[in-house]
């Protein structure tokens, strides 16, 4: 159950300006279970399998907690805010990088007859119109799309960004994002000038359609990588876009997907700023490392280079089971390849099968199950296969507040 604190701004002294009252929700999730988790990579005669079994935190769904605030300012406007942090509930370390609000932080104007207008750290579209549709909902690991086949093109945080999220207009909502930075720095030693700057920009655009048993969501996102550092430049683009959709027949709903990532997905710029994932597929990143002095000193890997090409596609069942339980099936895959010379003809292939049953044991309290299963291969043109193979087992329990 949510807790609404009621936060009285009393005139000070200082200011001597009197505030109204403020109505303020402190809310959370904490998720854990115990499971079973194997990942197993190989090239020829060399393997590395990385196994943990034990309690795992959040597998539904991510940690967290968060206050956030809505103020009538007269004529249908509120101002609005929300601030989110991600813990891990085994160790109560921050999530996130560490940032006290590392999942959500804005503030802005919302109303009912022109939308949302909001600026802070935020999710892209896809986020809100994307992620949903999925039957793990992004959640459960890699059984959902975020940490599978289809990676944060489906699910991203765009720091000090702009967004507008438009009202439902007879189930048909849109919005945009835009985040980027212009900044420029010039150091010189009386001979030569040294430049360094970073004017990468991101652009999310999302809509949904919502009538009765049928939703379809779209996203599209652009990032342009342009940073310049002791006078040495990386450049990028990265295009990635997302049409998802489903129907509810009642006694099963069908969930579909489809997506694809051209260009830069994961240089240094992009990970540090949020849609640097490929899900699964970033198991493969350490087989395909290129050193490129252009670079960063780490080198790029095969998703990192305007030669990266993915196609991902997801087809999900999700069926009741009485009044308090479901049963969730997704099978997701992807087929990805650089077409670079210097990552050796680089195509991957991924394949996920996914398992769940969830059973409400109140509005606040569930319990559930899950099993997970993928495999996958890079081929190249003169180098050996890799292969690689994921399990995931657990159960748990997962609480709201």
């Keep these: 159950m949510k807790r609404n604190l009621l936060i009285a701004v009393l005139t000070t002294g200082i200011a001597g300006v009197a505030h109204s009252a ?12 115990i499971g079973y988790q194997q990942t197993r990579v190989s090239q020829g005669d060399q393997w590395n399998k990385t196994r ?15 206050l956030k605030g809505a103020e009538d300012i007269g004529n249908g406007t509120s101002a609005i805010f929300q601030l989110e942090n991600g813990f891990d509930l085994g160790n109560g370390n921050a999530t996130i990088g560490g940032r006290l609000f590392g999942r959500q932080a804005f503030v802005g104007l919302q ?22 549709i999925d039957p793990f909902a992004v959640g459960f690991k890699q ?15 765009m720091d000090n960004s702009i967004k507008y999220v438009s009202p439902e207009l007879s189930g048909f909502t849109f919005g945009m994002v835009y985040a980027g930075k212009n900044t420029k720095t010039t150091t010189g030693d009386g001979m030569d000038d040294v430049h360094s700057g970073d004017t990468s920009n991101w652009i999310s655009l999302g809509a949904n359609y919502a009538k009765g048993p049928l939703v379809i969501g779209a996203s599209y996102d652009r990032f ?43 240089n240094d710029i992009v990970v540090e700023k949020g849609p640097g994932s490929t899900g699964l597929n970033g198991a493969f990143n350490k087989f395909t490392v290129v050193k490129d002095p252009v670079s960063s000193i780490h080198g790029l890997d095969y998703a990192q280079t305007d030669g990266y090409r993915q196609q991902a596609w997801l087809v999900g069942l999700t069926t009741p089971v009485g009044d308090q339980g ?17 990552f050796d003809g680089a195509k991957g292939r991924l394949d996920i099968y996914s398992l769940a049953y969830l059973h409400n044991m ?14 996958g ?21 997962h609480h709201l507040f």
């Design 362 to 375: 109140s509005k606040r309290t569930s319990l559930y199950a899950v099993a997970s299963y993928g495999s």
């Design 111 to 132: 109303s009912k007859s022109w939308g949302a207008l909001t600026f802070g750290r935020q999710y892209n579209l896809a986020a809100k119109f994307i992620a949903s």
């Design 377 to 397: 291969r890079l081929k190249f043109d003169n180098q050996e296969n890799v292969r690689l193979k994921s399990t995931l087992v657990g159960i748990g329990i």
């Design 326 to 342: 479901k049963i969730l099936f997704s099978y997701q895959g992807s087929a990805t390849k650089n077409t670079e010379d210097a």
């Design 22 to 33: 403020t109505s303020v929700t402190l809310y959370g999730l904490v998720d854990a279970g």
């Design 143 to 157: 059984a959902g799309v975020l940490n599978g086949a289809f990676g944060s093109s489906t699910n991203a945080r």
């Design 52 to 66: 943990e079994i034990g309690v795992v935190n959040g597998v539904n769904k991510g940690n967290r907690w968060g």
């Design 224 to 266: 342009r990588t342009n940073f310049r550092e002791a006078g040495e430049e990386t450049k990028g683009t990265a295009h990635m876009w997302n049409l998802f959709g489903s129907y509810d027949f009642d006694l099963v709903k069908l969930h579909l997907g489809y997506g694809q990532v051209h260009g830069a997905a994961s």
